[in-house]
């Protein structure tokens, strides 16, 4: 098993920054990523990478604007989210997988353990 909590959510105006930190702790896991989900749609990938640092893959609405990178000695993921728009306005999760091969870094099909989230709010 894997357990996985996320922190570091929170209101900001448009514009601003936040980062968001998961804490890994049990299992050896292969790749990890951060995903959203915004009330009634869908949850989506945001950014992923593996845990040896090779291969990292972002949602075209992030490009530019937020960074992912993991702290192998402290077993923590982070999303630096800056320059955020209203429309990032969502519930963001931490999520891992335990499965050496994966499609996307982006599916949520692709990951089998889950942080319980950590909202992030933008205002205009």
């Known amino acids: 098993q894997v357990q996985l909590v996320e922190s570091g959510g929170g209101s900001v105006q448009a514009g601003g920054s936040l980062r968001l930190s998961c804490a890994a702790s049990?299992?050896?896991?292969?790749?990890m990523g951060w995903f959203r989900q915004a009330p009634g749609k869908e949850r989506e990938g945001v950014a992923g990478?593996?845990?040896?640092?090779?291969?990292?893959e972002y949602a075209d609405s992030v490009k530019g604007r937020f960074t992912v990178s993991r702290d192998n000695a402290k077993n923590t993921l982070y999303l630096q989210m800056n320059s955020l728009k209203p429309e990032d306005t969502a519930m963001y999760y931490c999520?891992?997988?335990?499965?050496?091969?994966?499609?996307?870094?982006?599916?949520?099909?692709?990951?089998?353990?889950w942080g319980q989230g950590t909202q992030v709010t933008v205002s205009s």
């Open positions: 049990g299992n050896t896991v292969y790749y």
């Open positions: 999520a891992a997988s335990a499965w050496r091969w994966y499609t996307s870094l982006l599916r949520t099909y692709d990951y089998t353990y």
């Open positions: 990478m593996d845990t040896g640092g090779g291969t990292i």
